[in-house]
């Protein structure tokens, strides 16, 4: 099975930035998108930023221009740059990635893993 691990979460007072990043590992062949969402209490998760494995990108229109999604696909890993934090980006964190991988049956499969959230705080 395929594994996502995160780090780079915390507590920080609005305007100061953050990275986060998330590897994937396991009995990985390639992965296509990688993206971050967040889930703030009482709302519904939503996507922050995506990428493809050629590099493109999309962002939620709260978080253009003050954070930046990037991926090594060396180590099979995705990073957020999130820069002037605001209190309202206030959340969980989960990376998630479209994997084709190795399943237990020793067969080539494709689904969507997640990783088990990180949370980011951002006040004074």
């Known amino acids: 099975q395929v594994q996502l691990v995160e780090a780079g979460g915390g507590l920080v007072q609005p305007g100061g930035s953050l990275r986060l990043s998330c590897a994937a590992s396991?009995?990985?062949?390639?992965?296509?998108?990688m993206g971050w969402y967040r889930q703030a209490p009482g709302k519904q998760r939503e996507l922050v930023a995506a990428?493809?494995?050629?590099?493109?990108?999309n962002y939620a229109d709260s978080v253009k221009g003050r954070f930046t999604i990037s991926r090594d696909n060396a180590v099979n890993a995705v990073y957020l740059q999130m820069n002037s934090l605001k209190p309202e980006d206030t959340a969980v964190y989960y990376c998630?990635?479209?994997?084709?991988?190795?399943?237990?049956?020793?067969?080539?499969?494709?689904?969507?893993?997640w990783g088990q959230g990180t949370q980011v705080t951002v006040s004074s």
């Open positions: 396991g009995s990985i062949f390639s992965i296509n998108a």
């Open positions: 990428i493809t494995n050629g590099g493109s990108t």
């Open positions: 998630n990635a479209d994997v084709n991988y190795r399943n237990s049956y020793y067969e080539r499969s494709r689904k969507n893993f």
